[in-house]
C-alpha cells in the first residue's frame, strides 16, 4: 500500500511541476552560453524527471543554466533491478562514475543541487558530482524530493562533502502544494 502511494505522490508532483513549467516556451535547459544569470547553476540528479521538471521551474524563475548528473552506466530498466542496484550502492557507499563534468562550477555565485532522497540521503551520484566537482565559495542551495519524511540525512553530508561550500537555504518538496509554493521560495530568496 505504502508503495502505490509513493507512486501515485511521485504521479501528482510530476503533473503540477510539468503544469507550472508549460507556459515558458524558453528552451529550459539553458546552455552556459544562453543562459540569463551567468551567476546562477542548477544541477540536478533525477531518476523519474520529478526533479528535472523542479530543476527546469527554478532556471525559469532565476535564469540560470541547468545541468542534469548522469551516470555513465545507467541503472537496469527493470524497477526492481535499478532499486537493488541503487540500494547496494548507498549501502556499500559506492561511488558511480559519472558523465557530468563542471570544471568552473566555482565560479558561479550560486549553486542549486536538487536530488530526490533514497535512503534518507541523496542518491550516490550526487555524492560522486561533490567529490568531483570544486565548489569552494560557492552558495550552495539544496533542493530536496521525497513523499514522505524532510531532508533527512542530506544537509549534513552536504556540510561534509562540499566543505568549501557555504550552503544556504534549503527546500523540500513532498506534496504537490509544495512544488507550486517553489516560486514564493524563490521569490524570498530575491529572484
Known amino acids: 500500500m505504502k508503495k502505490w502511494i509513493t507512486i501515485i505522490l511521485a504521479v501528482c508532483l510530476s503533473a503540477v511541476l510539468t503544469a507550472c513549467s508549460l507556459g515558458n516556451t524558453e528552451t529550459q535547459t539553458a546552455s552556459e552560453e544562453t543562459a540569463k544569470n551567468p551567476n546562477v547553476l542548477i544541477v540536478y540528479y533525477s531518476d523519474s524527471d520529478i526533479m528535472g521538471h523542479v530543476a527546469e521551474a527554478i532556471a525559469s524563475k532565476t535564469g540560470g543554466r541547468i545541468v542534469e548528473i548522469r ?28 558523465a557530468t ?8 555565485k550560486t549553486v542549486f543541487l536538487c536530488y530526490p532522497l533514497w535512503w534518507g540521503t541523496m542518491p550516490m551520484p550526487v555524492f560522486t558530482f561533490l567529490q568531483e566537482t570544486n565548489l569552494t565559495g560557492v552558495n550552495l542551495i539544496p533542493v530536496a524530493g521525497s513523499p514522505k519524511g524532510d531532508m533527512g ?9 562540499a566543505p568549501g561550500a557555504q550552503i544556504k537555504d534549503h527546500y523540500f518538496i513532498n506534496t504537490p502544494k509544495k512544488a507550486e509554493d517553489l516560486n514564493q521560495w524563490l521569490e524570498k530568496l530575491g529572484y
Open 71 to 98: 551516470r555513465q552506466v545507467p541503472f537496469p530498466v527493470d524497477l526492481k533491478q535499478a532499486m537493488q542496484a541503487a540500494r547496494e550502492e548507498a549501502v556499500n557507499h559506492t561511488l558511480p562514475p559519472i
Open 101 to 108: 563534468k563542471i570544471p568552473n562550477a566555482n565560479s558561479y
Open 153 to 161: 540525512q542530506s544537509l549534513t553530508d552536504l556540510e561534509i562533502h
